[in-house]
């Protein structure tokens, strides 16, 4: 069904319960919320924009995200949410691949090589929008219809749109409500992690159960800034990455708060390391769930529930702390071998699952899809063991992605950019531990024979072609990289040369 829907009963239902909020200010009602949305659906569909069409979102979290979420799935169109992070170029081609047909950004600061027609949430051209005759009601989708094409990378840094239909979106959101948290209409849902990514995500069932959505003031992750507010809100969750969990409980430990008004922290998108949980739970009660889960699968492999987190009477408890939980109600999870046989518990393989949320497939790239979905299930490119309770721990990413603030840098990305300066020669990037951002980008350069390339231009050049947020934060010269008898740079070899460092 069309998500939409959801937003048409609640109002129906509730339509003076609040809705949308920046901070603890009122923008709009259930009733306003979804006539604002029925409105630029009916814009959209005016345009000739409608089912089929994919419309892109470029912009920080605001109230108007989920108005235009609403508006493009009223009008039957698919949603396109991009990091806001990235540069103008990376956007552009994403673009391109998608065949946006619209493009909504915060402002009218042009956005360099962007030939997409674009729509500034701040321009009287959207007031209009607004103010456009309203749909009687959203248009009817089939249970295949795409509705959130993702964006990700592969090992290649080539961006790959990740094609989740109405009906994975239907199961990611019911399932919610099993395995990770029951969600009240006096609730609130707190986006401070990116709406483009998993936080997004979450507003599904909170659209459902009208409860009100929160944007915080500064639009963003301020810890002191939650921590404040949460108790005036109450009842309030939250998607975070573990790097945001840590400077939430070093802000709250600083400050003598136990998170007051914070009723559940789902956290995942990287990696928590077992004393930082073991801390959260110390200094701010049972309030965390974790998730693991991918684009591929949205937010839905395996949950690790509040009170398995917070348990130390099992004897097992430390073990399970450090897993990502048992797989969701309606996903199947093995861990396998390279010829897809099924590993007896403790032996580490490829993590693959099945489901209801699992995607239908990459946006025009059947050779990535066929590589992806084998016989059903998804090859997630994740290492780990299986206990024989069920309870799942990640190893390894076999993939090399750098989770760096709960975002991802693909490493050959950032290779390629730096490869196109004339003064290096080859170049190696891994990701380091780091205490606040969970890694940090290295690059191990090569210079060319006589050049002598300093980090300042390195620095430069990149900024130039992707996002300030991927660039190496280190730059390490060294003569030669370390590579196996096959010409296959050893990066493990390099992680743990940093690891010693």
Known sequence: MN?????????????DAPALMRGTALVADYRGFAQRAAAIGGALVAQGIGTGDRVALFMANCTEYLELLYGIWFAGAAAVPVNAKLHPAELASILEDAGAALLFVADDSPLPGITTRQIAVSSPEFAALRAH????????????????????????????????????????ALVYFVDV???????????????????????????????????????????????????????????AAPTMVRRLVASARAR??????????????????LADIIEAVAVMGPRFVQIYGQGESPMTISALPREVIADRSHPDWRARLASVGRAFANIELRV??????????????????????????????????????????????????????????????????????????????????????????????????????????????????????????????????????????????????????????????????????
Request: proline content about 8%; some cysteine.
């Open 3 to 15: 998500p939409a829907e959801w937003l048409v009963r609640t109002a129906a239902v509730q339509p």
């Open 133 to 172: 005759a309203p749909l009687p009601a959203p248009q009817p989708l089939s249970a295949d219809a795409l509705v959130w094409l993702f964006y990700t990378s592969g090992t290649t840094g080539k961006p790959k749109g990740v094609m989740i239909g109405a009906a994975n979106i239907e199961a990611a």
């Open 181 to 239: 948290d029951a969600v009240q209409p006096g609730d609130a849902a707190l986006y401070a992690a990116p709406m483009s990514h998993g936080a997004g995500l979450y507003n599904f069932m909170h659209v459902m159960r009208g409860a009100r959505h929160v944007v915080p003031p500064s639009g963003g992750f301020e810890p002191d800034e939650i921590l404040d507010l949460a108790p005036r809100l109450g009842n309030v969750s939250m998607f």
């Open 256 to 273: 003598g708060l136990t998170g007051e008004g914070l009723r559940t922290i789902v956290y995942g998108g990287g990696p928590m390391y």
């Open 336 to 501: 396998v071998d390279a010829e897809g046989n099924t590993l007896p518990p403790g032996e580490i393989g490829e993590i693959v699952v099945r489901g209801a949320p699992v995607m239908a497939g990459y946006w025009r790239n059947p050779e990535a899809s066929a590589r992806t979905l084998r016989d059903g299930w998804l090859w997630t490119g994740d290492m780990g063991t299986l206990d024989d309770a069920g309870f799942l721990t990640l190893r390894d990413r076999s993939k090399d992605v750098i989770i760096s603030g709960g975002s991802n840098i693909y490493p050959r990305e950032v290779e390629e950019a730096l490869l196109s300066h004339p003064a290096v020669a080859e170049v190696a990037v891994v990701g380091r531990r780091h205490q606040d951002w969970g890694e940090e980008v290295v690059a191990f350069v090569v210079s060319e024979a006589g050049a002598a390339p300093d980090e300042a231009a390195l620095d430069a050049h990149c900024l130039a072609r992707i996002a300030r947020f991927k660039r190496p934060k280190t730059y390490v010269f060294v003569p030669a990289l370390p590579k196996n008898n096959y010409g296959k740079v050893l990066k493990t070899a390099l992680r743990a040369r940093l690891e010693g460092a």
